[in-house]
């Protein structure tokens, strides 16, 4: 049975319509569920009993299962069992401008990134449209406070599963859904292009992030597999379409490897690669894992790295550790708990 999770306004105002009932109840369905966060329909009361007996004979209302949470200062992790038994994660960290969700978009990933634990396991499948609604849904509701902010950067390529991340963004930004605004809403990729540049035309203002980890296709041909069928001589130009069309600024993740990508050269070889784009940098120091081999690169070198690109009129923050006491690399306690 399909999930009543993942419809748009317009998928449940054409459903209703199709079993003979009225549009409007689309939007008064939209509200019970998202606003007053009903747990069955027997909740519902403005509209007809036979109408939602129709309703729950074709969408489900199940949520997701939580089987264990780790907490840090400001960070808390959440892994989710899915209906098929498999594993996703989701972590909430708490910033001063509010509380930001980093969801999953994917079982596994197939992009093979080799500094990710996430690319260690293989894609296992796409989540739908409503595994990633409830990952916001369920950790409100545990924590009784509010998402201000949600990133896609969880398990997964974002845009290897668009079809379905399109329809969450537009659920979780509807005024009359989780209401998250467009621009508090950011989507991350490793640089699959042709989805840049469709993903150029969506009329929603969602932020866009690229991790782009090294600042030459030498380097990043050896960490990325991404780079090899999408270069950065195919990368870059597509991310100027995308400006061209959005005029929205786009955050460069760069997380620093030790002795990889992390040398002033590399530095001064990432500035120029930026020159003249509108955007920001976001170093960020490694988390490592006992799975991998990746090293984070020391503070000293860090501020080295970010004074060079300062020097450089770019504009560059360091991202603000979190869960250094926790299973906090990107799918890491998807992995602990399906390696057991």
Partial sequence: MKNVYGLTIEEMEEYFLSIGSKKFHAGQLFSWLYEKRI?????????????????????????????????????????????????????LMKHDYGNSICVSSQVGCNMGCRFCES???????????????????????????????????????????YDNLIKFLKI???????AIGAR??????????????????????????VSLHAPNNEIRDKIMNINKAYPLDQLIPALKTYLEKTNRRITFEYILLSGINDSC?????????????????????????????????????????????KKNSVNVTIRREFGSKISAACGQLRSKKEEL
Avoid at 156 to 161: A, S
Avoid at 186 to 207: A, H, M, W
């Fill in 39 to 91: 747990e069955s329909y027997e909740e519902v009361t403005n509209i007809k009993k036979e109408v939602l007996e129709a309703v729950s004979h074709d969408y489900s209302i199940a949520k997701l299962k939580i089987v264990d949470v780790q907490e840090d200062v400001d960070v808390c992790k959440y892994l989710f069992e899915l209906s098929d038994g498999e594993h996703i994660e989701a972590v």
């Fill in 119 to 161: 690319g260690r396991r293989k894609k296992v499948r796409n989540l739908e449209t409503y595994e990633m609604v409830l990952q916001i849904l369920m950790i409100e509701k545990l924590l009784r406070m509010r998402i201000s902010h949600v990133v896609v950067m969880g398990i997964g390529e974002p845009f290897d599963n």
């Fill in 172 to 178: 979780i930004n509807y005024p009359k859904g989780l």
């Fill in 184 to 209: 508090h809403i950011t989507v991350s990729t490793c640089g699959i292009v042709p989805k840049i540049l469709e993903f150029s035309d969506f009329p929603l203002q969602i932020n866009l992030a």
């Fill in 265 to 309: 050269e590399c530095a001064l070889e990432l500035a120029k690669l930026v020159k003249g784009i509108n955007c920001y940098i976001n170093l960020i120091p490694y988390n490592e894992t006992n799975n991998l081999d990746f090293k984070r690169t020391n503070t000293v070198q860090i501020m080295r790295f970010y004074d060079i690109l």
